[in-house]
């Protein structure tokens, strides 16, 4: 079986983009940034219980960026709705 090779540049682009079937992403990141981003995880969670919800949104991002399989993610997401719930005025002025 041939590889695929791609011939437009949308299709150029999303095979550069998107890993090999042999690559597993959760591989690639390293145990210190899996600690790292736990911990970031965990400040989140700690600064989101205090009320301080751009702080915790902040502390995910950053967990985000250097695990992507990270529990912030969800963290980020779920945050990310309550905030478009609650404060209408703030995502549509």
Not at 48 to 72: C, F, I, M, T
Request: include cysteine; proline fraction near 6%; hydrophobic fraction near 35%.
């Amino acid at each position: 079986m041939q590889p695929f090779k791609p011939k437009g540049m949308i299709e150029q682009h999303l095979h550069a983009t998107l890993p090999s079937s042999d690559e597993d992403p959760r591989q690639a990141v390293s145990r210190e940034d899996r600690l790292e981003a736990q911990r970031l995880y965990e400040a989140g969670n700690a600064e989101r219980k205090q009320g301080h919800w751009a702080e915790a949104q902040n502390l995910y991002e950053q967990a985000v960026a250097l695990d992507a399989s990270s529990p912030a993610a969800a963290a980020r997401q779920m945050l990310e709705d309550i905030m478009a719930y609650r404060c209408k005025d703030y995502y549509n002025p």
